[in-house]
């Protein structure tokens, strides 16, 4: 089992800056992929960006360039730095891990999520 839980979120003026944070616990030693995912009122969860153990990266195209994910394994951490927000960024964001270096069929864990709203 592992726990995910995010922090960070808030109100910010559009072109303003935030740092969530997602604390893991419990099998963190199985985690494999982290991501960021969002859901606006009234759409589909989407991937926001995501990083492999290994440090890969992959970003969404609309938040390339203004968002940074990054993970510290050794504080069992994972990062998102988000820059020159956007109204269309407004969102809850959850923080998701999988748990795929200690099973063939990984599990997918997902934080509570924290609301991000940014006000033009």
């Known amino acids: 089992q592992v726990q995910l839980v995010e922090s960070g979120g808030g109100l910010v003026q559009a072109g303003g800056s935030l740092r969530l944070s997602c604390a893991a616990a419990?099998?963190?030693?199985?985690?494999?992929?982290m991501g960021w995912y969002r859901q606006a009122p009234g759409k589909e969860r989407e991937l926001v960006a995501g990083?492999?153990?290994?440090?890969?990266?992959d970003y969404a195209v609309s938040v390339k360039g203004r968002f940074t994910i990054s993970r510290d394994n050794a504080k069992n951490t994972l990062f998102l730095q988000m820059n020159s927000l956007k109204p269309e960024d407004t969102a809850v964001y959850y923080c998701?891990?999988?748990?795929?270096?200690?099973?063939?069929?990984?599990?997918?864990?997902w934080g509570q999520g924290t609301q991000v709203n940014v006000s033009s």
């Open positions: 998701h891990a999988d748990d795929s270096l200690c099973t063939i069929v990984a599990v997918d864990y």
């Open positions: 419990g099998d963190t030693i199985c985690i494999s992929n």
């Open positions: 990083i492999t153990n290994g440090g890969s990266t």
